[in-house]
C-alpha cells in the first residue's frame, strides 16, 4: 500500500529538534510533513506533495513523550487508596507493608492496563516502558494500544515483607528468580517480532535488594549479549539503602558499580537515596559521579514519593554533572504532563533555587532523555527521518491562553486538557481529546470493580488483617 503524506501548515508554535545545538527550539509558523511513520519535512515553507493537510494556526506540535517508568497493570486501581499511604517505621515508604496486599485480579489487571494506556496517550506519551509482572493479554492490549510500546517484565530472586509493620524480610527463591529471567527474555523477543512493529522489550530485574548477585551479573551478561536495555529499582528507600549497606558495606550504587551493573545500558529507577542524600549520612560523596562516569541513567517519578515526603536531592545537580535523565509515571494519574509540572516544581524545592531546573530541561528530560533509555535515536524529537510520533496541543484552548509561552503554559497550566491529537507511527490515536484505539470509559467501569474486588482480599493478606477503611480511612467523615 502507498505511503500518504501529511502536513501540518502553519503551526503556530513547533518545537523542532537542533542537531548543532543539540537541544529543542520554537519554530513559530513552520510547517511539518510525514510520509508513512517517518517525518520528511520540519521547518518552513513545505513544497511537497501532500495527500492531507491539517491547519496547524492554533495548534503546538511537539514530539510525542517517552515515559520511561510505568507500572500499567497494577498502580491505576490504587486510586482513592494510596494518596497519603506511608509507613512510618519503614522511612514513609508504602512498598513493603501495603503494596503487596492490594492486587487487581485478571479482569482487574486488564482493566488498569487500558486505563493507564488511554491516560498516556491524552497527556502526550507516544513511547511507554511497561514495568509490569507478566500477564496474560499483555503484548496483544499494548500493541492494540496504539502505543510504542517497551515490554519490561520484572523478575527477581526474593520476595518482601513484613510481619509487623517495621521488620522487612525478605522470601528467597533463587529458582523462581532464574525461571523468571528466562520468561522475561522469551517475552522480549517475542514483542520484538510483533507485527505492529511498534513493541521492543527491556531487561529487569525487578529491585536491587530482591535479586541475587549472581542473577544481576547474568541479567547484565544476557542484556549485552542480546543489545538490550535494563532498568532496575534501586535507591529507592531508606529501608533499601539501609539494607544494602548493611549486606555490603556500599550504597546501592557502589554495589552496582562493583559487579559491574552499571553502564550506558542501565537505568536506576528512582536513584533517590545516595550517599548525599540528607537522610543517609553516609560517609562518602561519590554516587552521583558514579553514574557520570559509567553513563548509566536515572528514571525520575517524583509524584509517587513527594505523597510521602520523598525528595530527590536534587534533579539540577543529576542534570549539571551529565547523568541522563528520563521521567516516568510510577503512579496515578498517568499524566505524563503532570508528572514532568512536579519535576519542575520539586527541583526547585529541593534545591531551594528557582534556576536550579528549568521548563527546558524537563522536557529534554521527557523526550531526549527517554530515547536515550530506551536505545533510540529517532523518537522524542521533530527531525527529518525521525519517527512521526507527535503531539498536537490547542493553543486556543482557554487554559493555554494568554499564549506567550506555550510549554511552560501546557506543563504548569494546561496539561492533557489541552492535548488535541496523538500520532504514532504516523497513526492517528487520538483525536479532538479522545483515544481512538480503545475505550477509556468501559475501562474504567471495569477498573472500579476490580478494585471493590480487591478491597475484600486486601484484610487477608494485611499482616494486621485490618479492613481498607482502617488502613486508609476516607477523607472525611461518612455520615448517614
Not at 7 to 16: C, F, P, Q
Not at 396 to 415: C, D, F, K, N, V
Amino acid at each position: 500500500m502507498a505511503k500518504e503524506t501529511t502536513v501540518i501548515r502553519n503551526a503556530r508554535w513547533l518545537i523542532a529538534w537542533d542537531a548543532n545545538e543539540n537541544r529543542h527550539v520554537f519554530r513559530p509558523g513552520a510547517d511539518l510533513a510525514f510520509r508513512g511513520n517517518e517525518i520528511t519535512h520540519c521547518g518552513p515553507s513545505y513544497d511537497g506533495p501532500a495527500d492531507r493537510e491539517i491547519d496547524g494556526r492554533d495548534r503546538m506540535v511537539m514530539p510525542g513523550l517517552v515515559n520511561i517508568h510505568s507500572h500499567p497493570m497494577s498502580e491505576p486501581m490504587n486510586k482513592g487508596y494510596n494518596e497519603e499511604l506511608g509507613s512510618p517505621a519503614l522511612g514513609m515508604s508504602g512498598l513493603y507493608e501495603y503494596m503487596p496486599i492490594f492486587r487487581p485480579d485478571g479482569p482487574g489487571t486488564a482493566a488498569g492496563a487500558e486505563v493507564a494506556y488511554c491516560e498516556l496517550l491524552l497527556s502526550g506519551v507516544t513511547t511507554l516502558v511497561d514495568i509490569s509482572v507478566p500477564w496474560d493479554g499483555w503484548q496483544a492490549l499494548l500493541a492494540k494500544s496504539g502505543l510504542r510500546g517497551v515490554l519490561a517484565p520484572m523478575f527477581r530472586s526474593a520476595r518482601w515483607y513484613t510481619p509487623n509493620g517495621h521488620e522487612v524480610l525478605y522470601d528467597w527463591d533463587e529458582a523462581a528468580g532464574r525461571a523468571g529471567m528466562e520468561q522475561a527474555l522469551n517475552l522480549i523477543e517475542r514483542a520484538r517480532q510483533d507485527p505492529s512493529g511498534r513493541l521492543d522489550g527491556m531487561l529487569t530485574p525487578s529491585q536491587i535488594d530482591t535479586c541475587t548477585e549472581e542473577l544481576l551479573r547474568d541479567a547484565g551478561a544476557e542484556a549485552r549479549q542480546r543489545g538490550l536495555q535494563m532498568q532496575i529499582h534501586a535507591s529507592q528507600s531508606i529501608v533499601e539503602f539501609n539494607e544494602m549497606t548493611r549486606r555490603h558495606g556500599l550504597t546501592p550504587i557502589q554495589w552496582l558499580h562493583k559487579i559491574g551493573f552499571l553502564g550506558e545500558n542501565a537505568t536506576i529507577a528512582h536513584c533517590i537515596f545516595l550517599d548525599h542524600h540528607s537522610w543517609v549520612r553516609w560517609s562518602t560523596r561519590k554516587d552521583l559521579d558514579l553514574l557520570a562516569e559509567t553513563g548509566a541513567s536515572v528514571a525520575h517519578c517524583p509524584n509517587v514519593f513527594v505523597r510521602r515526603g520523598i525528595l530527590l536531592e536534587h534533579l539540577g545537580d543529576y542534570l549539571a554533572r551529565g547523568i541522563n535523565v528520563g521521567i516516568g509515571t510510577d503512579t496515578f494519574p498517568h499524566n505524563m504532563l503532570d508528572e514532568m509540572r512536579w519535576a519542575g516544581v520539586l527541583g526547585h524545592v529541593a534545591a531551594q533555587d528557582v534556576d536550579a531546573v528549568k521548563t527546558g530541561d524537563v522536557f529534554h528530560c521527557a523526550t531526549i532523555g527517554g530515547a536515550n533509555i530506551v536505545g533510540r535515536d529517532d523518537i522524542g524529537r521533530l527531525a527529518v527521518g525521525a519517527k512521526a510520533d507527535l503531539v498536537l496541543a490547542d493553543t486556543s484552548h482557554p487554559a493555554m491562553l494568554p499564549g506567550r509561552e506555550p510549554l511552560r503554559t501546557l506543563i504548569y497550566s494546561a496539561q492533557d486538557r489541552a492535548v488535541r491529537e496523538v500520532y504514532v507511527d504516523g497513526q492517528q490515536v487520538v483525536d479532538n481529546g479522545k483515544v481512538l484505539t480503545m475505550n477509556h470509559a468501559d475501562a474504567a467501569g471495569r477498573l472500579d470493580e476490580a478494585q471493590r474486588r480487591a478491597e475484600l482480599e486486601a484484610p487477608k493478606l494485611d499482616w494486621a488483617k485490618r479492613s481498607m477503611d482502617e488502613i486508609s480511612p476516607p477523607s472525611l467523615p461518612v455520615r448517614p
